[in-house]
C-alpha cells in the first residue's frame, strides 16, 4: 500500500534523507518532510485553514489567498538555497517552514552562509510543538547546505513565534527596528539548545505513552463469536478492567468511558458479550483513542487505515507474521509503522501481549492477561509474550502491586525508551523493572535510564547475554546488533541500572527496593535462630562483596522476644548498614516435635509452620529499620506461613540465604551510585591537561584519512578503519601528552646494536610483527640486555627461534622500569560511543576476562573507580608488601586517551599495550591506533522517530 504522507518528488535530486516522523507535545505524530511541486494542492488547502491573523504575521500585510505565483514558488526548490519542510498528517499539511539563502546584504544568494527563514502553522495545531520540531529539522538542513546562521523578522505581537526562537537555546541576537523584531542565531548546536531539544523528546514520549494507556474508549477489531479466540479474549479482558468496582471513579469527571467490537462478517445486531459488534470503526459515532488489532496480517492494512481515517490516538496490533518471519515480514513491518504514523497515531507492537494500566481513575487491560493486576508501585516492560506471562504471575503470587505494564512484541515503534521516559513522570511508579533482549537505541537508553535511575530504581534482566543473538523481529539498527556483553555492563553501570540474571532475582532485588529504604553502607549484621543458616549468610555475603559481622546465634529455642532484643541491637549499631534475619522453625517447641519417632513440622494439620511471635518481632524490628534508613531482610528455611505474615509490613522474605543477599548486594550497589552521582555532580570533573593539542591531532588524522591507503579501507568488508603506521601513531598520541618509549628495527645484529647505542642500555629485544605482538609467552621478547654482546647473542636466539628477524619485525626499545603491566584502551562502539578499558596484562586476565569500562568523556573519578574496579586492582596498590605504584600518572593517562577519543570523533580505537606501572611514573611500551570517516551522530541531530 502507498503511504500517503511521503512525497513522490519529480527532482532527482530530491533529498530522501530529510524525510522523518516527529513526536509532537501532545504525544501524537506527525511527518517531516521537503515540499516538492506536487503539493501545489496541499499547500493551497492548508492555506485556506489559516486565520487571517496567522496570515497576517507571516505577511505582515493581509493576504487572504495565495496566487498561482506564490505556490509555485513555495514548491519549487532547489534544496539548497531555497528549501521548504512540511509538517504532514493524514496526507494533509499543518505547517510549512521555508529559507531563501542570503548575503550580507540580505539579497539572495548561491554562496551565503545566512538564510531568511518563516514559518507558517495551522491555527487548529499551534501549540502542538509543531514550530520547534520544524525549526530543529530546518536548522539541521541549512547546516548540511553550509549555511550557519539564520535570520528572521517577526512582529512584535506574534509573541508565540518570537518564543520558538528563543526558547530554542541557540546562541541568538535580537534588534527592533520599523515596528519588526529582527532575530539572528546561529545553528551550531550549544549544550543549551540540545538540553532543550531533549526536554521537549522527554515530555512528547512520556505524553504519547499517557495517552495510551489512559484511553477513553478502546475498540477491539477482529472480535469473533468464537469465545477461544484472541479477539474475543481481549474483549473480554477490557470489559473486566472497565468494570471493575473502581472503575466507575472516573465517569463522574469525564465522558463516559465505552468499549466497543469491531468484525467486519458481523451481520446487523450482532452483540458479544453484552457490546454492539459494529462492522468498521469507521460506523462508531464517538471517537476512539485506542484500537487493538487482532485480525489476520493481510487485513491489518485497511484496520489502519480506518483507524486512521477515524482519528484513533494509538494501536495494540496484537497480530503476527511481522518481522519475526523474514524479511517479508519486515517490509510489511516498516510500512505497518509508516501507515501509523502518518495518521498520527502510534503502535504497540506488532506481536504484543499488550498494555495495562492499574490506575483506579483509568484502569485499562488491553492485554491477553485474563486479570488486571493489583495496583501496585512496579512498572513493566518486556519484549517477549511469554516472559510478560511470567512476569506478571509473579507479580500477582508475591503480592507485588504494579502501575502499568506493556509486552510490545516487535517493538516496531514504542520502546522502552518512551516507557522510561513515562516513568520518571509517573507518581504512581517507584521502581522499573524491564526484560530486554535488544536495544533499539543504547546512547538514548543510556541518557535516559540515567536520569530515571536518580530517582528511581531500575532493575533489567537482559536476554541473549552470551550468544548475542537478535531475537526475530526486533527492529534495531545494524549498529546495535552486536554489543558485547561487556559494553553492555558498562552500559548500565554508568546508567545506574541494576543488572540481574533471572527473572526470580529481578523480583528479588525489585521487592526489596520497593519495600525498604536504601542501606547506607555494605555493612550487614546477620542475626537468627539457626548457626548453620547464618554461616551460610555469612559466607554469601563476603562472595557478593559485602561486609558481614560474625552472625548473631539466638539458637533454635529463640523466642519472638530473643528476635525482637536481638534484631533491636543490631538495627542501633551504628557500625551495622543492614540486617539479614535469618530463621528456621523453632525445632524443640510447639511447632517442631518428634511424635511417635518422626519430626512433625509445617505437613501437620494441628502443627504451625512458623512461630506468630516470630513475625511479631520481625514487623516491629521493620518499622524500627525504616525509622533508622536501614534494610531488613528475612532468609528462612520450612516456613511456609512467616512470608505472609511478613507481607503487610513490607519486609522481603527469600527461601534462600543466597537469594536475600543477592538482592542486599545489588540495592547495596544501587545506593552507592546513587551516592557518587550526586556527589560527582558537585565534585567530579573533566581536568584541564597540559600538551593537550587538538587542532594539531585534527591535522594528523585529516591527512591520514586523506590518503590512498584510507581511501581503499573504505572499501573493504567492515571497511573504512585504517590503522595508522607506528610513527603516525606515537605523533598523534604525543598531542595530547601520550608519550609512547621510541623502538628502532633490528633486522640484523648490526642494525640492533646501533639502535641500543643511540636509545641507551638497558635495552629489551622484541617482535612487533601482528602474529608475535604481544606474545612473551611465545619467547618473543628478551630483556635487561645490558650490553652489546649480550643484545648480540639475543638477536641471533631470536633469529634462529622466530624463523628470521625480518619476518619477526625485531626493533630495540630502551627497558622500561620495572611495575606492573597494564592495558588501556578505548574503542568507539557505533551504537554506543567510545568506551574506555583497563585491565591487568597477562593472559590470566585475558582469560577471566578481567577489565573495566567507562563510557567517554570520562571524569577524573570515573578513571578512579576504573583501575579500583578489576580484580586484580590489589597489584596496583601494594599487594604482599609490594611497592604501591603511582596510580595518579595511570589516571591522568587513562583521562587523556578519554579526552583524545572525544576531542577526535574519527578516531575508531586506541591501543596502549603494554604500559607498565612503575612506583614512580610509567612507560608505554606499544601503542596502535585506528581511524575511520567521522560518524553519524543520530542523537545530536533533530528529534525524530526511528524508521528502522
Known amino acids: 500500500m502507498e503511504d500517503p504522507a511521503v512525497a513522490n518528488p519529480a527532482q532527482p535530486d530530491y533529498p530522501q534523507h530529510w524525510e522523518a516522523d516527529v513526536l509532537l507535545r501532545d504525544g501524537g505524530t506527525a511527518r517531516i518532510r521537503p515540499i516538492t511541486p506536487d503539493d501545489a494542492g496541499r499547500l493551497v488547502e492548508f492555506y485556506e485553514q489559516v486565520s487571517d491573523q496567522s496570515k497576517y504575521f507571516r505577511f505582515f500585510a493581509p493576504y487572504p489567498r495565495l496566487s498561482d505565483k506564490d505556490v509555485r514558488r513555495f514548491t519549487h526548490h532547489d534544496f539548497v538555497n531555497r528549501v521548504g519542510l512540511a509538517v504532514v498528517v493524514r496526507d494533509h499539511f499543518i505547517a510549512t517552514v521555508r529559507y531563501d539563502r542570503i548575503d550580507a546584504e540580505g539579497r539572495p544568494s548561491e554562496h551565503g552562509t545566512d538564510a531568511e527563514v518563516a514559518f507558517l502553522v495551522q491555527d487548529a495545531h499551534q501549540g502542538r510543538g509543531v514550530a520547534s520540531a520544524l525549526l530543529e529539522h530546518i536548522a539541521a538542513v541549512a547546516q548540511e547546505r553550509g549555511i550557519r546562521r539564520f535570520q528572521a523578522e517577526v512582529l512584535p505581537e506574534n509573541r508565540k513565534m518570537v518564543k520558538v526562537f528563543t526558547d530554542a537555546g541557540y546562541t541568538q541576537r535580537r534588534s527592533f527596528a520599523d515596528g519588526v523584531v529582527h532575530l539572528e542565531f546561529d545553528l551550531e548546536q550549544t549544550d543549551r539548545s540540545l538540553a532543550v531539544m531533549r526536554a521537549r523528546e522527554h515530555r512528547a514520549?512520556?505524553?504519547?505513552?499517557?495517552?495510551?494507556?489512559?484511553?477513553?474508549?478502546?475498540?477491539?477489531?477482529?472480535?469473533?463469536?468464537?469465545?477461544?479466540?484472541?479477539?474475543?479474549?481481549?474483549?473480554?479482558?477490557?470489559?473486566?478492567?472497565?468494570?471493575?468496582?473502581?472503575?466507575?471513579?472516573?465517569?463522574?469527571?469525564?465522558?463516559?468511558?465505552?468499549?466497543?467490537?469491531?468484525?467486519?462478517?458481523?451481520?446487523?445486531?450482532?452483540?458479544?458479550?453484552?457490546?454492539?459488534?459494529?462492522?468498521?470503526?469507521?460506523?462508531?459515532?464517538?471517537?476512539?483513542?485506542?484500537?487493538?488489532?487482532?485480525?489476520?496480517?493481510?487485513?491489518?492494512?485497511?484496520a489502519v487505515a480506518e483507524c486512521g481515517a477515524h482519528g484513533v490516538q494509538g494501536l495494540v496490533v496484537v497480530t503476527a507474521g511481522y518481522a519475526e518471519t523474514g524479511p517479508e515480514?519486515?517490509?510489511?513491518?516498516?510500512?505497518?509503522?509508516?501507515?501509523?504514523?502518518?495518521?498520527?497515531?502510534?503502535?504497540?507492537?506488532?506481536?504484543?501481549?499488550?498494555?495495562?494500566?492499574?490506575?483506579?481513575d483509568r484502569p485499562l487491560n488491553a492485554s491477553l492477561a485474563p486479570h488486571l493486576p493489583d495496583r501496585g508501585g512496579f512498572g513493566i516492560f518486556c519484549q517477549s509474550g511469554a516472559i510478560g506471562v511470567a512476569l506478571l504471575e509473579a507479580a500477582h503470587r508475591r503480592g507485588l502491586g504494579v502501575s502499568s505494564f506493556a509486552s510490545v512484541g516487535n517493538r516496531s515503534d514504542v520502546s522502552g525508551n518512551?516507557?522510561?521516559?513515562?516513568?520518571?513522570?509517573d507518581d504512581a511508579t517507584e521502581v522499573v523493572l524491564l526484560y530486554l533482549e535488544s536495544f533499539g537505541n543504547p546512547r538514548k537508553f543510556t541518557r535516559i535510564a540515567r536520569r530515571l535511575a536518580a530517582a528511581k530504581p531500575v532493575?533489567?534482566?537482559?536476554?541473549?547475554?552470551?550468544?548475542?543473538?537478535?531475537?526475530?523481529?526486533?527492529?534495531?539498527?545494524?549498529?546495535?546488533?552486536?554489543?558485547?556483553?561487556?559494553?553492555?555492563?558498562?552500559?548500565?553501570?554508568?546508567?545506574?541500572?541494576?543488572?540481574?540474571?533471572?527473572?526470580?532475582?529481578?523480583?528479588?532485588?525489585?521487592?526489596?527496593?520497593?519495600?525498604?529504604?536504601?542501606?547506607?553502607?555494605?555493612?550487614?549484621?546477620?542475626?537468627?535462630?539457626?548457626?548453620?543458616?547464618?554461616?551460610?549468610?555469612?559466607?554469601?555475603?563476603?562472595?557478593?562483596?559485602?561486609?558481614?559481622?560474625?552472625?548473631?546465634?539466638?539458637?533454635?529455642?529463640?523466642?519472638?522476644?530473643?528476635?525482637?532484643?536481638?534484631?533491636?541491637?543490631?538495627?542501633?549499631?551504628?557500625?551495622?548498614?543492614?540486617?539479614?534475619?535469618?530463621?528456621?522453625?523453632?525445632?524443640?517447641?510447639?511447632?517442631?516435635?518428634?511424635?511417635?519417632?518422626?519430626?512433625?513440622?509445617?505437613?501437620?494439620?494441628?502443627?504451625?509452620?512458623?512461630?506468630?511471635?516470630?513475625?511479631?518481632?520481625?514487623?516491629?524490628?521493620?518499622?524500627?529499620?525504616?525509622?533508622?534508613?536501614?534494610?531488613?531482610?528475612?532468609?528462612?528455611?520450612?516456613?511456609?506461613?512467616?512470608?505472609?505474615?511478613?507481607?503487610?509490613?513490607?519486609?522481603?522474605?527469600?527461601?534462600?540465604?543466597?537469594?536475600?543477599?543477592?538482592?542486599?548486594?545489588?540495592?547495596?550497589?544501587?545506593?552507592?551510585?546513587?551516592?557518587?552521582?550526586?556527589?560527582?555532580?558537585?565534585?567530579?570533573?573533566?581536568?584541564?591537561?597540559?600538551?593537550?593539542?587538538?587542532?594539531?591531532?585534527?591535522?594528523?588524522?585529516?591527512?591520514?584519512?586523506?590518503?590512498?591507503?584510507?581511501?581503499?579501507?573504505?572499501?573493504?568488508?567492515?571497511?573504512?578503519?585504517?590503522?595508522?603506521?607506528?610513527?603516525?601513531?606515537?605523533a598523534l598520541l604525543a598531542r595530547y601528552g601520550i608519550d609512547v618509549s621510541p623502538t628502532l628495527p633490528a633486522p640484523d645484529e648490526e642494525a640492533a646494536v646501533r639502535a641500543a647505542d643511540q636509545l641507551g642500555y638497558p635495552v629489551a629485544l622484541k617482535a612487533t610483527a601482528p602474529h608475535l605482538r604481544h606474545r612473551p609467552d611465545l619467547g618473543s621478547v628478551?630483556?635487561?640486555?645490558?650490553?652489546?654482546?649480550?643484545?648480540?647473542?639475543?638477536?641471533?636466539?631470536?633469529?634462529?627461534?622466530?624463523?628470521?628477524?625480518?619476518?619477526?619485525?625485531?626493533?630495540?626499545?630502551?627497558?622500561?622500569?620495572?611495575?606492573?603491566?597494564?592495558?588501556?584502551?578505548?574503542?568507539?562502539?557505533?551504537?554506543?560511543?567510545?568506551?574506555?578499558?583497563?585491565?591487568?596484562?597477562?593472559?590470566?586476565?585475558?582469560?577471566?576476562?578481567?577489565?573495566?569500562?567507562?563510557l567517554v568523556p570520562a571524569t577524573d573519578q570515573d578513571v578512579a573507580g576504573l583501575i579500583r574496579e578489576v580484580r586484580a586492582a590489589p597489584l596496583l596498590f601494594g599487594w604482599r608488601g609490594a611497592e604501591a605504584v603511582d596510580t595518579d600518572a595511570l589516571e591522568e593517562l587513562l583521562l587523556r586517551v578519554s579526552q583524545l577519543v572525544d576531542d577526535v570523533p574519527e578516531i575508531a580505537s586506541v591501543d596502549l599495550e603494554p604500559v607498565v606501572v612503575a612506583p614512580h611514573g610509567l612507560a608505554i611500551l606499544g601503542a596502535r591506533v585506528r581511524i575511520a570517516p567521522l560518524p553519524v551522530r543520530s542523537d545530536l541531530g533533530p528529534r525524530a522517530m526511528s524508521t528502522l
Open 205 to 302: 514520549e512520556a505524553r504519547s505513552v499517557q495517552r495510551l494507556l489512559t484511553p477513553r474508549s478502546v475498540a477491539v477489531i477482529g472480535v469473533s463469536r468464537n469465545p477461544q479466540t484472541v479477539g474475543r479474549a481481549l474483549l473480554r479482558d477490557l470489559l473486566g478492567s472497565f468494570d471493575t468496582e473502581f472503575g466507575s471513579r472516573y465517569e463522574p469527571e469525564h465522558a463516559p468511558r465505552a468499549v466497543y467490537a469491531v468484525n467486519r462478517g458481523a451481520p446487523p445486531g450482532t452483540e458479544l458479550d453484552g457490546v454492539p459488534v459494529h462492522r468498521s470503526i469507521l460506523d462508531i459515532s464517538g471517537p476512539v483513542d485506542l484500537a487493538v488489532i487482532a485480525v489476520p496480517e493481510s487485513a491489518v492494512p485497511a
Open 329 to 360: 515480514g519486515r517490509d510489511r513491518q516498516r510500512a505497518l509503522v509508516r501507515q501509523a504514523r502518518a495518521a498520527g497515531m502510534r503502535v504497540i507492537g506488532p506481536n504484543a501481549f499488550g498494555l495495562i494500566n492499574t490506575d483506579p
Open 418 to 425: 518512551d516507557f522510561l521516559q513515562y516513568w520518571a513522570e
Open 459 to 730: 532493575v533489567v534482566v537482559k536476554g541473549a547475554r552470551h550468544t548475542g543473538s537478535l531475537p526475530p523481529g526486533h527492529a534495531v539498527p545494524a549498529t546495535a546488533t552486536g554489543l558485547r556483553d561487556a559494553t553492555v555492563d558498562a552500559l548500565f553501570e554508568q546508567a545506574g541500572v541494576t543488572r540481574v540474571a533471572t527473572i526470580t532475582e529481578l523480583f528479588d532485588t525489585g521487592e526489596l527496593l520497593a519495600q525498604q529504604p536504601l542501606p547506607p553502607g555494605d555493612r550487614v549484621a546477620v542475626v537468627g535462630n539457626s548457626d548453620s543458616l547464618g554461616l551460610l549468610t555469612y559466607d554469601a555475603c563476603l562472595s557478593a562483596g559485602l561486609r558481614p559481622c560474625t552472625p548473631v546465634d539466638l539458637t533454635t529455642a529463640a523466642t519472638g522476644e530473643n528476635f525482637r532484643i536481638a534484631l533491636d541491637v543490631a538495627l542501633s549499631d551504628p557500625a551495622v548498614d543492614a540486617v539479614i534475619a535469618v530463621a528456621i522453625p523453632p525445632i524443640g517447641t510447639s511447632a517442631h516435635a518428634f511424635m511417635g519417632g518422626r519430626l512433625a513440622g509445617p505437613d501437620d494439620p494441628e502443627m504451625g509452620s512458623d512461630d506468630p511471635e516470630i513475625a511479631t518481632a520481625l514487623l516491629e524490628a521493620g518499622e524500627r529499620a525504616r525509622e533508622l534508613g536501614k534494610p531488613l531482610v528475612l532468609a528462612y528455611l520450612a516456613l511456609t506461613d512467616l512470608p505472609t505474615r511478613l507481607r503487610p509490613g513490607g519486609i522481603p522474605a527469600y527461601a534462600a540465604p543466597e537469594r536475600a543477599v543477592r538482592a542486599l548486594a545489588h540495592a547495596v550497589h544501587y545506593a552507592q551510585w546513587r551516592r557518587r552521582t550526586a556527589e560527582a555532580e558537585e565534585t567530579a570533573r573533566v581536568p584541564e591537561l597540559d600538551r593537550i593539542d587538538e587542532p594539531g591531532a585534527r591535522a594528523l588524522v585529516e591527512a591520514a584519512l586523506s590518503t590512498r591507503a584510507a581511501t581503499a579501507a573504505r572499501t573493504q568488508p567492515g571497511g573504512a578503519r585504517i590503522t595508522l603506521p607506528d610513527a603516525e601513531a606515537r
Open 782 to 854: 628478551r630483556l635487561d640486555l645490558t650490553g652489546e654482546p649480550g643484545l648480540r647473542r639475543a638477536h641471533r636466539e631470536l633469529d634462529a627461534l622466530l624463523g628470521g628477524a625480518a619476518g619477526a619485525e625485531l626493533v630495540v626499545q630502551r627497558l622500561a622500569p620495572r611495575g606492573v603491566d597494564t592495558v588501556i584502551g578505548a574503542t568507539v562502539d557505533p551504537a554506543v560511543g567510545a568506551i574506555l578499558s583497563f585491565g591487568l596484562a597477562g593472559a590470566p586476565a585475558e582469560l577471566l576476562g578481567d577489565v573495566a569500562h567507562r
